[in-house]
């Protein structure tokens, strides 16, 4: 099973400022196709997860350029330009290379 | 614009078997080429996925719960399937049905969850 590790698991952030969360895999994501299954998730309290990113940088249908998402191999990052109150819920990195998808523990980010 | 509906008892009593449905619609999962996949929230806790079924009929399970796990697909009414059973208090969470649109990542797609409490 490949373990994700999401850093930090709770993120203040003022409105307009910066933020960034990690996720670390366990073993690479980078499938012998070429591609390299990792996707980030926003849930808000009492929905689903939304997804935001796929295949590390590609955001989903309507979401803000102010997000973007970066790494390869093993290490990955979100990161938001300028947060926003709409922004506030739990953040997941869920991977998918393997027969079995696995999530990271999330990260909770917060409006100060 | 694909729609994703879980029912099924909100209630299960220990040991006994959980049953859930995925009702699609906007979409059909014959033809789709795709996985389409159940997974699960303990209240107040992170995401698990429990496993998937292509409409070819292939699956695949979460190993920690394959021993328990069923996931089927009934073409007809565009509908798949979760059984889980032998449950115990462990498996009280929110369960979401998702379709998967790449391989087993792109979870573009879900229902709304359903709050499934395993309790005498």
């Known amino acids: 099973e490949i373990v994700m590790t999401q850093s930090p698991l709770s993120l203040p952030v003022t409105p307009g400022e910066p933020a960034s969360i990690s996720c670390r895999s366990s073993?690479?994501?980078?499938?012998?196709?070429?591609?390299?299954?990792l996707d980030w998730y926003l849930q808000k309290p009492g929905e689903p997860p939304q997804l935001l990113m796929y295949?590390?940088?590609n955001r989903a249908s309507g979401v803000p350029d102010r997000f973007s998402g970066s790494g390869s191999g093993t290490d990955f990052t979100l990161k938001i330009s300028r947060v926003e109150a709409e922004d506030v819920g739990v953040y997941y990195c869920?991977?998918?290379?393997?027969?079995?998808?696995?999530f990271g523990q999330g990260t909770k980010l917060e409006i100060k | 614009q694909l729609q994703l509906q879980e029912s099924g008892p909100g209630l299960v009593k220990p040991s006994e078997t959980l049953s859930l449905t995925c009702t699609v619609s906007g979409g059909s999962i014959s033809n789709s080429n795709s996985y389409w996949a159940w997974i699960r929230q303990p209240p107040g806790k992170g995401l698990e996925w429990i496993g998937g079924i292509h409409d070819g009929g292939n699956t695949y399970y979460n190993p920690s719960l394959k021993s328990r796990v069923t996931i089927s697909a009934d073409m007809s009414k565009n509908q798949f399937s979760l059984k889980l059973s032998s449950v115990t208090a462990a498996d009280t969470a929110v369960y979401f049905c998702?379709?998967?649109?790449?391989?087993?990542?792109?979870?573009?797609?879900w229902g709304q969850g359903i709050l499934v409490t395993v309790s005498s």
């Open positions: 073993h690479s994501l980078l499938h012998s196709n070429g591609y390299t299954y």
């Open positions: 998702a379709k998967h649109g790449l391989w087993l990542t792109l979870l573009a797609h």
């Open positions: 295949l590390i940088s």
């Open positions: 869920m991977q998918g290379v393997q027969t079995l998808s696995t």
